[in-house]
């Protein structure tokens, strides 16, 4: 295809004014300076109402005597698009299945959910949470014990009440 | 019916409205495999006898009042088969749904997950929810010694395993008691499979996750791995293998079917003997300088430095091969050595183990007694046996030796670090370094056989090759890709680009290959005889 050149046309210097646009501009300041906005949130005095399917950082669940659920399938590393779980399965004294390293890379992971949605167990879910800030970049590599220690609310990935939208 | 005329080789059938010409005595299931069509089975294997008892591989044959077994029926003239009929499917569906009954559903951690049998039909053919009500048997997990771990809640009954101990290891170590529902697969006594030889082959047959590996336990999952074609060098029978890999190790070895070679199997000391290749501490970067002298530098400061030595070298030369390099490595040192001077000994050292062992049922497989993959190979190229059956003793001319040395995969593991101190230059190629290597003037890395493409001769007389599954550490090299542009350098050669080119010189300058290609070999091997007639 042959290349095309568009040609701007600028108005010539002193030749227009910006009176009009500076005008529109004006009143809506101050139609706002009596009559404030509701739309900005007070965080963090206010936090905000998160929806159900938001899609935060990742935790684990735990059984009741505080075992991780995992069993180390790894299905979560073969499904995740971003490559950033980091898995080594291996037994424990009871012979159980269980993951020996469960690393989540929470800078390469790209909130998909599809690890919760993937997973046979339940055990790893994406959280309803964003508040991730840290003093440096390697906090942001979830280890097993940090994902087991987070308490903000799973996902849901679906309504449970109407799981096929309907 | 009578028959009084000769009967023809071959009967013609149809098999799914396809026509299908099959030498006569052909299983069915075997025919409709000639047309690309699988029927599913479980008891039945091609290295073992079919009881035909899983009821799975069951076709519809016209005439035939029920179907039939085609792992056992024979095909016939003008028959008519469906294996994929209204009636042969609900019967599968059926089948699956009995062998879940007590199956348990632990796909997620089941070792076998991803390449289960089991997995596959009912993933194909199965019914989309179970049935079943009643709560599953429980058998837990036995240990059957050596290797071999078994779920009992697993097992699919198929036999594989009690016919392969009995039928080719004739060591009938396992076989199963009790009946119905609670049958399971057993060991007579205590030792179990502890000590058999052959007995991780079980592993391999199981198609399910009943028999599992305690070595490759919860290590990978089965589509994380990489499947490279290779050939075992634990000893000199060849076995075809594939070498498993993932995150860049080997994770376990598997048979690779070869009916001239290993048939579908291959010794557990083989199967084991695969960490060498994943071990740490490589020679990673060429380096130059003798004792504390030595320094690395970039491999083309290292030829070009070696290339004038070797120009201006006196004295004659001795070669130390290793049977555990390709014919393309030692090819290239023999080149080498010719190139320079006079080579006045050529000489490899390998141990050897005090018997051979055959596996009974499958004669053509026997673990040899040379424990090293290419003694042949090295034999055809002129290479000499020095040394003891531990690998040990025979260098002591090549010690004290005052011309070049060029050592190319022998560890010198017996040696003092006197070795080579009195050579004017003292070439040494390895994986791994060697005190005895403390006098060389140039330590090369090259790569392993599981790291580069070659070939390997057998105690057959069969050239067969292998291919990389691992990538090198550092700047390892092929031994054949630094010795053939050291050798081409000297010649006024064209350096070669690849293993074949290697092997396409050799083929040219040594009568024992001639007439031979990479092609021609391909994935199952040539016989040299056959070759040469």
């Not at chain 1, 005008?23 to 929806?51: A, C, I, N």
């Not at chain 1, 971003?82 to 690393?103: F, S």
């Not at chain 2, 294996?83 to 599968?92: G, N, V, Y």
């Not at chain 2, 050292?349 to 040379?370: C, F, H, M, N, T």
Request: glycine share 10%; charged share 25%.
């Amino acid at each position: 295809m042959a290349i095309t050149v568009k040609v701007m046309r600028r108005p010539e210097a002193g030749r227009t004014s910006y009176m009009r646009a500076t005008l529109k501009g004006m009143s809506l300041t101050f139609k706002h300076l009596v009559r404030p906005s509701h739309v900005t949130l007070q965080y963090p005095e206010e936090q905000p109402d998160l929806s159900p399917r938001w899609r935060g950082t990742h935790r684990m669940e735990v059984h009741a005597d505080g075992r991780p659920k995992c069993v180390a399938c790894g299905l979560c590393p073969t499904v995740c698009p971003a490559n950033c779980i980091r898995l080594v399965g291996g037994e424990d004294d009871q012979g159980n299945r269980y993951p020996i390293v469960y690393e989540i890379d929470e800078f390469r992971c790209i909130f998909c959910g599809m690890c919760q949605e993937v997973c046979p167990v339940e055990a790893i879910h994406v959280g309803q949470h964003f508040e991730n800030a840290e003093y440096t970049r390697d906090r942001f590599v979830y280890d097993l014990d940090r994902l087991m220690e987070q308490d903000h609310p799973s996902t849901l990935l679906w309504d449970p009440a109407d799981p096929r939208s309907e | 019916m009578p028959d009084n005329g000769p009967r023809a080789d071959t009967v013609t059938l149809t098999i799914d409205g396809r026509e299908v010409t099959v030498p006569r005595g052909t299983s069915l299931l075997h025919a409709a495999e000639t047309q690309g069509t699988t029927v599913p089975h479980y008891c039945y294997h091609p290295g073992l006898s079919a009881p035909a008892q899983c009821r799975i591989c069951l076709v519809e044959v016209e005439g035939a009042p029920k179907l039939q077994p085609s792992c056992v029926t024979m095909a016939e003239d003008g028959q008519v088969v469906h294996t994929d009929s209204p009636a042969a499917r609900r019967m599968r569906q059926g089948v699956l749904e009995f062998y879940l009954v007590n199956h348990p559903l632990d796909c997620p951690i089941c070792d076998m997950s991803g390449e289960c049998k089991l997995q596959d039909y009912v993933f194909d053919e199965g019914r989309e929810h179970g049935r079943g009500r009643e709560p599953k048997r429980v058998f837990g997990r036995d240990d059957f010694g050596g290797d071999v771990l078994y779920y009992g809640d697993r097992c699919v009954m198929c036999t594989r395993c009690v016919r392969f101990m009995d039928e080719v290891a004739r060591d009938s170590r396992l076989t199963v008691v009790e009946r119905g529902s609670r049958a399971v697969i057993d060991t007579f006594f205590d030792s179990g499979l502890e000590g058999a030889s052959f007995a991780g082959n079980v592993v391999d047959i199981c198609p399910v996750g009943a028999l599992v590996s305690k070595d490759f336990l919860h290590k990978a999952r089965a589509w994380d791995l990489d499947h490279t074609p290779s050939v075992c060098t634990s000893c000199s029978q060849g076995c075809n293998i594939e070498l498993h890999t993932r995150d860049n190790l080997v994770q376990r070895l598997m048979p690779r079917e070869n009916q001239e070679v290993n048939g579908h199997w291959m010794c557990d000391y083989g199967r084991a003997n695969y960490e060498w290749m994943n071990r740490p501490g490589r020679l990673e970067a060429p380096m130059a300088g003798r004792g504390g002298e030595r320094r690395a530098v970039d491999w083309k400061t290292a030829l070009e430095h070696l290339f004038v030595r070797l120009q201006g070298g006196t004295g004659d030369v001795m070669v130390v091969g290793s049977a555990e390099a390709s014919n393309e490595g030692l090819a290239a040192l023999g080149w080498v050595g010719e190139a320079v001077g006079t080579v006045s000994a050529r000489v490899f050292r390998s141990p050897r183990a005090d018997d051979e062992e055959p596996l009974p049922g499958y004669p053509l497989l026997v673990r040899r007694r040379d424990l090293a993959p290419n003694v042949d190979g090295a034999g055809l190229l002129g290479f000499e046996r020095a040394g003891d059956d531990t690998g040990a003793g025979g260098l002591e001319a090549v010690a004290g030796h005052d011309g070049i040395v060029l050592v190319l995969g022998d560890g010198l593991a017996d040696q003092d670090v006197r070795f080579g101190a009195s050579a004017g230059l003292f070439v040494y190629l390895g994986s791994f370094d060697s005190p005895a290597a403390r006098n060389a003037d140039y330590v090369l890395p090259v790569t392993t056989f599981a790291e580069e493409e070659g070939s390997f001769v057998n105690a057959q007389g069969r050239v067969q090759r292998f291919w990389p599954g691992l990538r090198p550490p550092g700047s390892a090299r092929p031994a054949w890709l630094v010795l053939g542009a050291l050798a081409a350098a000297l010649q006024g050669g064209r350096t070669p680009a690849s293993a074949a080119e290697v092997f396409a010189g050799l083929e040219a300058g040594c009568a024992a290959f001639a007439g031979l290609s990479y092609d021609a070999i391909g994935e199952s091997g040539v016989r040299l005889e056959a070759v040469h007639g």
